[in-house]
């Protein structure tokens, strides 16, 4: 019997639980799934015959070995931060292992080490990055084949409630994980527009935004994600005069989080004092200097932020409760901790209703036998089922990983070393097994004059 080992059973893992304990069934194999909170894992496997929920501490170095070495095949949904530690252990122990996570640069040094014990690790396989990364070769390889030569590459992504949900004045529901949200821009950013390179320091990234129009949805925010340049050596883009990567919102969002980021709520290299007998109001008050005036809290936030006392930006962060004399209750380390706890109370999807997830392309090439360029338009849009449990971030997170398990454990992907889901044997068979679950794009081509 092979056994798989899942690590981490949170937000974005439970479609990933439920679909390899299906395969488990039909193929005789055996699903582990680990993580510090017992109940969620023995929730996740649900009394499955051919699963187990264990409680996991990533820093117990006697369980966490033998766990790997009993293992076929790893996949790891545990925080960002662990993926060098799992890594390295799989390699020691000579198994495979899959992530979801962004590719960290120390476990791409392990691609010889990998590469000489002939095992996969295979990061970036989720949404995104994966799916995405996935669909964006399928074409760019579609429009080389056809002697197409790619001048500009944009991309967004985005996970957000469906439209109809209007369940708070953000228009966002926490659906993955809350620091991420809390975070996103605090790197700055930096893309490739019309042969100029731009680089956005982090106070300037929810400054920097532009609609996007989706079909079926409407006018979206767009604003742009961490560094594009990077993905013209990993597609091969190195002649295109744009190169954007960017995510999307309902518009309104990016208003409110820049006065977020200004303040600096979203800081994770401070330590914060003392915190619980304190409000939520005079940790607010600890960021603004004393020189601001105003008779209220409310009012020296405005008048320290240059927005109005009585406007749109201001009325959401008061609804987020960062005027509000309740007392914190607990001694979060840093502001982006609070920040992240505080979110994940006041924007939880609601019962009973859907997120959406959305990837969207837009690629102009051009090619030397027509007298015009063409734009392809790739877009997949996904919704949650509240009837199953599942949200599309669930789903189109776990699903790249899940199927990769199974192509691993089947003989069917055999490729070994530090790869991320840009090689064909990889993409290919993925994307054509997510099209059978019905996560699949739809795609047009508009004219453009060169």
Not at 24 to 46: E, G, H, P, Q, Y
Not at 173 to 191: E, K, M, R
Request: hydrophobic fraction near 40%; charged fraction near 20%; aromatic fraction near 8%.
């Amino acid at each position: 019997m092979k056994n798989i080992l899942i690590l981490g059973a949170g937000q974005s893992a439970p479609y990933l639980i439920s679909y390899l304990l299906n395969e488990a069934k039909k193929n005789n194999w055996f699903v582990t799934v680990a993580d510090r909170d017992i109940n969620l894992s023995r929730a996740a496997v649900n009394g499955h015959p051919n699963g187990n929920g264990i409680e996991f501490d990533v820093n117990d170095l006697a369980k966490r070995t033998s766990l790997i070495q009993k293992s076929d095949v790893i996949v790891n949904f545990l925080a960002p931060v662990f993926q060098y530690l799992i890594a390295l252990d799989c390699v020691r122990f000579k198994k495979s292992c899959i992530t979801a996570s962004y590719e960290n640069p120390r476990v791409a040094e392990l691609h010889n080490d990998a590469k000489n014990e002939g095992i996969l690790l295979l990061n970036e396989m989720g949404l995104d990055p994966g799916i995405d990364h996935m669909s964006a070769m399928a074409i760019i390889t579609k429009i080389r084949d056809n002697g197409g030569e790619i001048k500009s590459f944009i991309s967004y992504g985005s996970g957000i409630p469906a439209p109809e949900v209007k369940s708070n004045p953000l228009n966002y529901c926490i659906t993955w994980n809350p620091s991420n949200v809390v975070t996103a821009g605090d790197a700055g950013a930096q893309y490739l527009e019309e042969g100029r390179i731009k680089l956005l320091p982090h106070y300037e990234v929810f400054r920097r935004t532009w609609s996007v129009h989706i079909d079926e949805i409407g006018t979206l925010e767009a604003y742009p994600n961490r560094d594009s340049l990077v993905y013209q050596k990993i597609f091969n883009l190195k002649k295109v005069h744009t190169m954007i990567r960017g995510t999307l919102r309902y518009p309104g969002w990016s208003e409110t989080w820049n006065q977020i980021v200004h303040l600096g709520l979203y800081l994770n290299t401070l330590t914060l004092p003392d915190i619980a007998d304190k409000s939520y109001a005079e940790f607010t008050e600890m960021f603004l200097p004393l020189n601001v005036s105003g008779p209220k809290l409310e009012a020296r936030i405005a008048n320290y932020l240059g927005i109005s006392p009585t406007g749109t930006i201001m009325k959401n962060l008061k609804w987020l409760g960062l005027f509000s004399e309740e007392k914190i209750g607990n001694n979060f380390k840093t502001p982006m901790d609070l920040m992240t706890d505080l979110i994940k109370k006041k924007m939880p999807l609601p019962e009973g209703e859907r997120d959406m997830v959305i990837l969207h392309h837009e690629i102009i090439a051009n090619y030397p036998d027509r007298h015009h360029a063409e734009k392809t338009i790739s877009t997949l849009i996904e919704y949650g089922d509240p009837n199953a449990k599942f949200t599309a971030i669930a789903k189109t997170v776990g699903a790249p990983a899940a199927i990769a398990a199974k192509l691993i454990l089947k003989g069917e992907l055999n490729l070994s070393g530090c790869h991320i889901p840009t090689h064909p044997d990889i993409y290919s068979k993925v994307l054509n097994e997510l099209k059978t679950l019905g996560i699949e794009f739809s795609e047009r081509t508009e004219v453009l004059d060169k």
